[in-house]
């Protein structure tokens, strides 16, 4: 809505308020005027019948007189009552409208968003300049307000245009480079439902999915892969990401099929390829030592498997899990405590042990050893240095929403013990 069409519904709900008013004065003077009209009328046609009698012979003259007379007094009477009763009422009326007026705009100034209003018409009359800016890859000039003003325009434009799925994947793409991971994925997975079809989009989306580190979104991320290189197995990007994201989830198999794909055409001093080439080697070392510690299994006796277990088990922390002061007041009261590790080594941000449990009175001691991890070989034994989290969550999930309270500290893991850790939670996400 543009300022002249609000200027003129404004005027016009006026105007509307002022005809509301004066519509009962102006209804009660015409009807004054149509009942003098009709008395003076009756009057005559009295007169006109007083001598239409007197030439009958039905009265005499003396009666006519005094009938005349009769009318006159009452004619006289009734206009006086009617000046008397529809006296000036221009004055009441003035003050009554300039006292509405006033009051109307002095509600008005205190409830309107007019403020917000301007800024998101501002905000609309940048995104042509900010759109520029942001698709030429200057998006690191952006300030904090450009970026507002823009997530602002494309708001006001997506609720303009809902089924707008460009818009909807841009804005996504805008949460998502200022880590806003939830938002971003909900606007991507909008923009993939109203076009389907569109495989860059479906792209974008695997991309954010990955990005959060959090397993189930990781398995949808594969599973949106697989099926774009179902129908596009040449493509040597979509080969990529799928070797990435099924090394995060530690699939021995898919990492190696998908980069042998890439291998020969990855540069030789590629930080992404010798990471991947440290992962398969990882979980290969892990599928030999759970082969061989299955064959060794199925040679000594059930107590023996039972101690060999429990030592594995052994393999972890005593955490014991504070508030600092603000914390104490700003943090949610209700909700989840969930305490994970994940590997300090490397950008695999997927948890090797997680423990949930409800917020409860502070400080809380909680265990976390390998019988807490989410994979069977990806677990605190497989690892050698950790950065332990606590998070206070409302809706129990690993992945960050804002609002949330964490607190992180670095350790290392010692084979077959249960070390002892203590964790402040005091920064808000």
Same mark, same amino acid.
């Given at each position: 809505?543009?300022?002249?069409?609000?200027?003129?519904?404004?005027?016009? %709900?006026?105007?509307?308020?002022?005809?509301?008013?004066?519509?009962?004065?102006?209804?009660?003077?015409?009807?004054?005027?149509?009942?003098?009209?009709?008395?003076?009328?009756?009057?005559?046609?009295?007169?006109?019948?007083?001598?239409?009698?007197?030439?009958?012979?039905?009265?005499?003259?003396?009666?006519?007189?005094?009938?005349?007379?009769?009318?006159?007094?009452?004619?006289?009477?009734?206009?006086?009552?009617?000046?008397?009763?529809?006296?000036?009422? +221009?004055?009441?009326?003035?003050?009554?409208?300039?006292?509405?007026?006033?009051?109307?705009?002095?509600?008005?100034?205190?409830?309107?968003?007019?403020?917000?209003?301007?800024?998101?018409?501002?905000?609309?009359?940048?995104?042509?300049? %900010?759109?520029?800016?942001?698709?030429?890859?200057?998006?690191?000039?952006?300030?904090?307000?450009?970026?507002?003003?823009?997530?602002?325009?494309?708001?006001?434009?997506?609720?303009?245009?809902?089924?707008?799925?460009?818009?909807? @994947?841009?804005?996504?793409?805008?949460?998502?480079?200022?880590?806003?991971?939830?938002?971003?994925?909900?606007?991507?997975?909008?923009?993939?439902?109203?076009?389907?079809?569109?495989?860059?989009?479906?792209?974008?989306?695997?991309?954010?999915?990955?990005?959060?580190?959090?397993?189930?979104?990781?398995?949808?991320?594969?599973?949106?892969?697989?099926?774009?290189?179902?129908?596009?197995?040449?493509?040597?990007?979509?080969?990529?990401?799928?070797?990435?994201?099924?090394?995060?989830?530690?699939?021995?198999?898919?990492?190696?099929?998908?980069?042998?794909?890439?291998?020969?055409?990855?540069?030789?001093?590629?930080? @992404?390829?010798?990471?991947?080439?440290?992962?398969?080697?990882?979980?290969?070392?892990?599928?030999?030592?759970?082969?061989?510690?299955?064959?060794?299994?199925?040679?000594?006796?059930?107590?023996?498997?039972?101690?060999?277990?429990?030592?594995?088990?052994?393999?972890?922390?005593?955490?014991?899990?504070?508030?600092?002061?603000?914390?104490?007041?700003?943090?949610?009261?209700?909700?989840?405590?969930?305490?994970?590790?994940?590997?300090?080594?490397?950008?695999?941000?997927?948890?090797?042990?997680?423990?949930?449990?409800?917020?409860?009175?502070?400080?809380?001691?909680?265990?976390?050893?390998?019988?807490?991890? @989410? @994979?069977?070989?990806?677990?605190?034994?497989?690892?050698?240095?950790?950065?332990?989290?606590?998070?206070?969550?409302?809706?129990?999930?690993?992945?960050?929403?804002?609002?949330?309270?964490?607190?992180?500290?670095?350790?290392?893991?010692?084979?077959?013990?249960?070390?002892? %850790?203590?964790?402040?939670?005091? +920064?808000?996400?």
């Amino acid at each position: 809505m543009s300022w002249s069409e609000f200027y003129i519904i404004v005027s016009g %709900l006026i105007t509307l308020v002022l005809l509301i008013v004066a519509f009962p004065w102006l209804r009660n003077k015409n009807h004054a005027k149509q009942d003098s009209l009709s008395n003076t009328q009756i009057v005559k046609q009295r007169l006109a019948e007083l001598d239409r009698e007197v030439q009958e012979g039905l009265i005499s003259e003396h009666d006519k007189r005094q009938a005349v007379d009769e009318l006159k007094l009452a004619l006289v009477d009734e206009s006086a009552f009617q000046s008397h009763k529809t006296g000036n009422a +221009k004055l009441p009326l003035a003050i009554g409208a300039v006292l509405a007026i006033a009051c109307g705009v002095i509600v008005y100034a205190q409830v309107n968003q007019m403020g917000r209003v301007a800024q998101a018409a501002q905000a609309i009359e940048a995104l042509p300049e %900010l759109s520029q800016q942001l698709a030429s890859g200057n998006a690191n000039n952006l300030t904090q307000q450009d970026i507002a003003s823009l997530a602002l325009a494309i708001r006001q434009r997506l609720r303009e245009e809902p089924e707008d799925d460009t818009g909807w @994947m841009y804005f996504g793409r805008l949460m998502l480079s200022i880590g806003q991971e939830v938002q971003a994925i909900e606007a991507i997975d909008k923009a993939v439902s109203l076009a389907p079809s569109n495989s860059a989009n479906r792209i974008t989306l695997a991309q954010a999915l990955m990005t959060t580190g959090d397993v189930n979104n990781l398995e949808r991320a594969q599973s949106i892969l697989l099926g774009l290189l179902n129908d596009n197995p040449a493509n040597d990007n979509l080969a990529l990401m799928m070797a990435v994201v099924s090394a995060q989830l530690g699939d021995l198999e898919n990492t190696q099929r998908f980069y042998k794909q890439v291998e020969g055409k990855l540069p030789a001093d590629s930080d @992404m390829a010798q990471r991947l080439v440290a992962r398969i080697k990882e979980l290969q070392g892990n599928t030999s030592a759970m082969a061989a510690l299955q064959n060794t299994a199925a040679e000594i006796t059930d107590t023996s498997t039972a101690q060999n277990a429990s030592s594995e088990a052994q393999t972890g922390f005593n955490i014991t899990v504070n508030l600092s002061d603000d914390a104490s007041t700003k943090a949610p009261k209700d909700g989840f405590l969930i305490v994970f590790a994940q590997d300090a080594n490397s950008d695999n941000k997927m948890p090797a042990a997680v423990v949930k449990l409800p917020i409860d009175d502070f400080p809380v001691s909680v265990t976390l050893t390998t019988e807490n991890a @989410m @994979m069977p070989q990806f677990t605190l034994a497989t690892l050698s240095d950790v950065v332990v989290t606590a998070r206070l969550s409302k809706d129990g999930n690993v992945a960050v929403s804002k609002g949330e309270w964490q607190g992180s500290v670095n350790a290392s893991v010692t084979a077959n013990e249960i070390s002892s %850790l203590s964790v402040i939670i005091d +920064k808000e996400l």
